[in-house]
């Protein structure tokens, strides 16, 4: 029987060459270089810059992935958003341990970085709740996130019935909806280079501080 869906990408290959990740001027704090890399990819007019891969996995051990927006990041760790009832919500709940990976292609640089998860106050999600455009807030209020959808068109209905009833007021903050900080443990710094001779600076936390070593490509 032929396979009708194979897709054949073995011919497609770039060959990266911008820039290199070198120890002797390596800064030595990973949130300072994250900080300086995110810059220079706004900086550079990456599209969307704050998309992450977030990957967690639930306590049967299955991971799952999916890309969400980065909403804050400082020096104790990354801040996102979501359902709380959604499968990214449950999956951390039941294990925080988590992985995210930011690719940066136009500057053929990638990030992963691995930490625990542990939701933040109510009143610092309503403060991000609330700055957000009404559209946005009514969509978090009506979604039952990665429940069964009967149809769009449902969907749309609800939508526009919500948004109708809080135009002049306020919408009810959700109780199941709200900010995850992933606080590191480990950072990776990938720089594109020739001939796929990989730049990989590996950061792991210490008692003491980051321990810092290259990895093989």
Excluded at 24 to 43: D, M, Y
Excluded at 139 to 151: D, T, Y
Aim: aromatic share 12%; hydrophobic share 30%.
């Amino acid at each position: 029987m032929s396979n009708t869906h194979k897709i054949d990408a073995s011919n497609l290959r770039k060959n990266y060459s911008l820039n290199e990740l070198d120890e002797t001027n390596l800064i030595s704090n990973p949130f300072e270089l994250f900080k300086k890399w995110f810059e220079e990819a706004t900086k550079q007019k990456v599209d969307e810059p704050n998309a992450m891969i977030l990957v967690t996995s639930s306590n049967r051990g299955f991971p799952s992935g999916r890309t969400v927006l980065m909403k804050n990041f400082d020096s104790t760790g990354v801040t996102f958003f979501t359902n709380y009832n959604s499968r990214k919500g449950k999956e951390i709940e039941e294990n925080p341990n988590v992985s995210l990976v930011f690719l940066w292609k136009e500057l053929e640089r990638q990030v992963r970085i691995s930490g625990n998860a542990s939701r933040i106050s109510r009143d610092e999600s309503e403060v991000y709740f609330y700055s957000r455009p009404i559209e946005s807030q009514v969509g978090a209020f009506i979604s039952n996130q990665s429940s069964e959808l009967e149809s769009k068109s449902k969907l749309l209905d609800e939508y526009e019935k919500v948004l109708k009833l809080y135009k002049e007021t306020k919408v009810p903050f959700p109780e199941n909806w709200g900010g995850y900080k992933i606080l590191p443990v480990e950072f990776e710094f990938w720089q594109g280079q020739p001939n796929r001779l990989h730049d990989r600076i590996h950061f792991s936390k210490m008692d003491s501080g980051w321990k810092i070593k290259r990895l093989y490509p």
